[in-house]
């Protein structure tokens, strides 16, 4: 509750506390699937990681576009960051050339999410 | 192996360079009918060439030759068969090694070895090309010629076909070249369950099996970032095994009293590493669908995977080929409190002023500071206050092998020339590496499959 106004304030979060996930390379490509650590946050998660967002959130790491791809079968996105890796391969010249980190560079990502709703999830409501 | 119910298929070795008592460990810990080793990695294969080049014996996976002297009675004693892409570009010279280790072993008559030849195309090129091949870059759109008097290799990506017909054929060895990493786990299934070619649910999860088993722990604990501080003993991680049934149902498990953890979140992790469109996995033998995958926790390190759905293959086979792409070097210095950061800044800048005086040119100069930012560039937001030390990482690139030698020569004069309380300089200087860059493509299959060949021998 926000004291001054008596309202649920929207919460702050890091996406890790919501998913967890693994990255890989192919070329000069990256993918990125994100995987919701309970069923619930998945549609949240699909609500809240646009191609817009994620692209805003890699900008000056990537130099191609983003691709989303839904596996709700999964509770999982995966995303494709093109342009993200000087190269790929072996003419990379990046420490991670073959985009081990961009895993959790994603889920560094602050979500603000509204009021009240992953109390909701959490008590199955 | 009980024809027709369940066969097991244990992981050994998710790439060259795995660990080297996992495949003994599969063979030993529990019972396993199958045992595949993915040894190859896109640049693997030119490695493989140079070597070959070098020494015409050469050219194979030969970590694969010590392990095979090592597990070959236990896998004869039980029957459990071994799957290999450790043929690389020498097939026959794998061969010869292993069955020389099989009569070492006292294994003559016991042991039979099968290859599959022709997915090797390097010398078939100009000949492509000419026909009208052109061999197109999938990224980039351009066709091979631009590029084709510096290939170091060139390899076409089979399927399992051919090594079910050499376990139809009695091998109780496989050993492939450039045959794509899921078909070494599903062809077993296509062996034992009698699959036909248009059985594509079921190849489909054969493929989806292949894809957990590929990389080894990676699907059992290792690298697992769901919850990794609790993953049990990963000093003895357990590799994962494929129970398969024919209709296309599998179990992803491990044997009992193994480390690591199996379970959904360990398996859905590998299910979407180095994953493209899901709807679109395409292999060779079947296109499989990642979203129907049905994933169910069942039992202790016990997962059970079904529902997968899949659909015919396209006519084209993907190809990886190599080329010679230039040089680069890597230069590192570590820089100490206090401003670390910025000492390592300030080295960078008087670096790259002398490289520029010199006239050295460089297709790209990259700059990183380890400790601070290399992995998550602007997300790691200003250097943290107080930081006690920062690694300075500056990488170069040329197709000039000159003015990269020449950059080598560059690091250690920062030591006494350039910012104080450096170190770490005790490596000597860097080394020029060649760039050996990656070339995907697709071919027709009707100018592969005619000339895959599959050869039995008896040890």
């Known amino acids: 509750m926000n004291p001054n106004t008596g309202d649920a ?38 609500q809240l990681l646009t191609v817009e967002r994620v692209r805003e959130h890699f900008a000056g790491m990537i130099t191609g576009d983003v691709e989303r791809f839904e596996l709700p079968n ?27 980190t961009f895993s959790t560079a994603m889920l560094r990502m602050e979500l603000t999410v509204p009021a009240g709703v992953l109390e909701a999830l959490e008590s199955g409501q | 192996m009980t024809q027709g119910s369940m066969i097991r298929i244990a992981s050994g070795q998710g790439f060259w360079g795995d660990l ?40 194979y996976a030969r970590d694969f030759v010590p392990l095979m002297g090592e597990i070959l009675p236990d896998c004869a004693e039980r029957g459990i068969r071994v799957i290999a892409n450790a043929g690389g570009v020498n097939l026959e010279a794998c061969r010869d090694a292993v069955l020389a280790e099989a009569r070492k072993a006292g294994l003559a008559g016991r042991v039979r070895i099968g290859v599959v030849v022709g997915d090797d195309i390097l010398d078939r090129l100009p000949e492509l090309i000419a026909r009208g091949h052109e061999l197109r870059n999938l990224d980039t759109g351009e066709p091979l010629e631009t590029v084709l008097d510096r290939v170091q290799s060139a390899n076409a990506y089979i399927g399992a076909r051919p090594i079910v017909q050499a376990l139809e054929r009695g091998a109780t060895v496989v050993i492939t070249g450039r045959s794509t990493d899921t078909a070494l786990t599903y062809a077993p299934m296509i062996y034992a369950f009698g699959w036909p070619e248009d059985a594509y649910d079921k190849l489909a999860a054969g493929v989806v099996a292949g894809h957990i088993n590929e990389c080894g722990a990676q699907a059992s604990g290792g690298n697992t970032l769901a919850d990794w501080e609790s993953v ?53 033998d079947v296109i499989a669908d990642f979203t129907t995958i049905r994933l169910e926790d069942a039992g202790p390190d016990r997962v059970r995977v079904h529902g997968v759905r899949g659909r015919a293959p396209t006519d084209k086979l993907k190809v990886s080929i190599s080329y010679h792409a230039g040089y680069k070097a890597v230069g590192t210095l ?26 050295l040119r460089f297709d790209e100069i990259r700059t990183e500071f380890v400790g601070w930012n290399a992995t998550h560039g602007p997300l790691a937001g200003p250097p943290p206050p107080d930081l006690s030390e920062v690694e300075l990482r500056v990488a170069v690139r040329s197709t000039d092998r000159a003015a990269v030698e020449r950059f080598t020569r560059e690091i250690a004069p920062l030591v006494l020339t350039g910012p104080p309380t450096v170190t770490g300089f005790a490596g000597g200087r860097p080394r ?9 493509a697709l071919i027709d299959r009707r100018e592969i499959e005619p000339f895959l060949r599959v050869e039995v021998t008896e040890a």
């Open chain 1, 9 to 46: 304030a929207p919460r702050t979060v890091r996406l890790i506390e919501l998913a967890h996930g693994r990255s890989g390379d192919k070329g000069d490509t990256v993918n990125v699937g994100v995987i919701a650590r309970r069923p619930e946050y998945y549609p949240l998660l699909e």
């Open chain 1, 74 to 100: 999964l509770y999982a996105l995966n995303f494709l960051l093109h342009g993200a890796l000087d190269g790929g391969g072996t003419v990379s010249l990046m420490t991670d050339a073959q985009g081990k």
């Open chain 2, 20 to 59: 080297l008592t996992a495949p003994v460990d599969q063979v030993r810990n529990g019972p396993i009918d199958f045992l595949m080793l993915d040894y190859l990695a896109e640049v693997t294969m030119s490695i493989l060439q140079k070597q070959r080049s070098r020494d015409p014996s050469q050219g």
């Open chain 2, 232 to 284: 049990p003993d990963l000093a003895n991680v357990g590799f994962p095994i494929i129970e398969a049934y024919p209709d296309g149902t599998f179990y992803v498990t491990k044997h009992p009293g193994t480390g690591g953890r199996i379970n959904r979140a360990t398996v859905t992790e590998q299910l979407l590493y180095e994953l493209g469109d899901p709807r679109e996995y395409i292999t060779p």
């Open chain 2, 334 to 359: 570590v820089y100490g409190w206090p401003d670390p950061v910025k000492k390592a800044q300030a080295a960078d800048r008087i670096l790259r002023q002398r490289l520029d005086r010199l006239g």
């Open chain 2, 432 to 440: 020029v590496q060649d760039i050996v860059a990656f070339w995907p």
